[in-house]
């Protein structure tokens, strides 16, 4: 019997902060992917991303709002443009999303403090609750359509193979509390965030494994 060829998922993220995969992780292991990494800023610096069946594009403290861009984020606003106009598969995960946002034609908008909460949807079926913990909310998705909103800004959207998603779905409460720790958070907010996110762990990676499921179904 012919061995099946191996699915190689390409994960983009920074080396040390947002960088871990947690349930996202685990649901590329439970689906026979491959994981291959690259890193911000030097993968990007020709406009282009390596060959894989799949891009996960991961969260960052750089930002795609216009006037806070750098050369590196413009030039990945521009590989993420290429690989979505030619179809393949993508997820934007928090920055992931808003640079998708942008490579669609869409608006990201700095606001003036940090959000960190949890949020739950109902569209495309009962999903989270999950973290939200972004400055930069995304306004306009451009030529996307949206899935899933809340009053002050979109949080999944979707342009043929290619998702956004605001909040941060890869989340466990261990991967949490390192970001917390990374990024100096106050540690009464991080504790706070921490065991909510403890107490609906459960109910994360379940959302988390079914989105993953139905935006991907029949692309393996």
């Not at 806070?68 to 990945?76: H, L, P």
């Not at 997820?91 to 908008?109: D, P, T």
């Not at 949020?119 to 998705?141: M, V």
Request: proline residues 5%; contains cysteine; glycine residues 8%.
């Amino acid at each position: 019997m012919k061995a099946q060829p191996v699915k190689r998922a390409l994960i983009h993220s920074e080396k040390d902060i947002a960088h871990e995969l947690g349930y996202v992780g685990e649901w590329l292991d439970a689906n026979g992917y491959e994981v291959v990494r690259v890193f911000r800023p030097e993968s990007v610096k020709d406009e282009s991303f390596p060959a894989a069946d799949l891009l996960i594009n991961l969260g960052s403290l750089s930002s795609v709002v216009e006037g806070f861009t750098t050369d590196a984020t413009e030039n990945e606003i521009a590989a993420v443009t290429d690989w979505i106009a030619a179809g393949h598969p993508y997820l934007g995960i928090c920055f992931g999303a808003q640079v998708m946002a942008r490579a669609l034609g869409g608006n990201v908008e700095r606001q003036p403090a940090v959000h960190r909460g949890f949020e739950t949807f109902e569209q495309p079926k009962q999903l989270g609750p999950w973290i939200r913990w972004h400055e930069d909310f995304i306004t306009d998705p451009g030529s996307a359509d949206i899935v899933g909103q809340t009053e002050d800004a979109i949080m999944i959207f979707k342009s043929g193979n290619a998702w956004g998603v605001q909040p941060h779905l890869e989340l466990t409460p261990e991967t949490l509390a390192r970001l917390a720790q990374r990024t100096g958070v106050d540690s009464a907010e991080s504790s706070q965030l921490v065991n909510e996110l403890t107490i609906s762990s459960a109910a994360a990676k379940n959302s988390t494994l079914a989105l993953l499921d139905h935006i991907f179904e029949g692309q393996s």
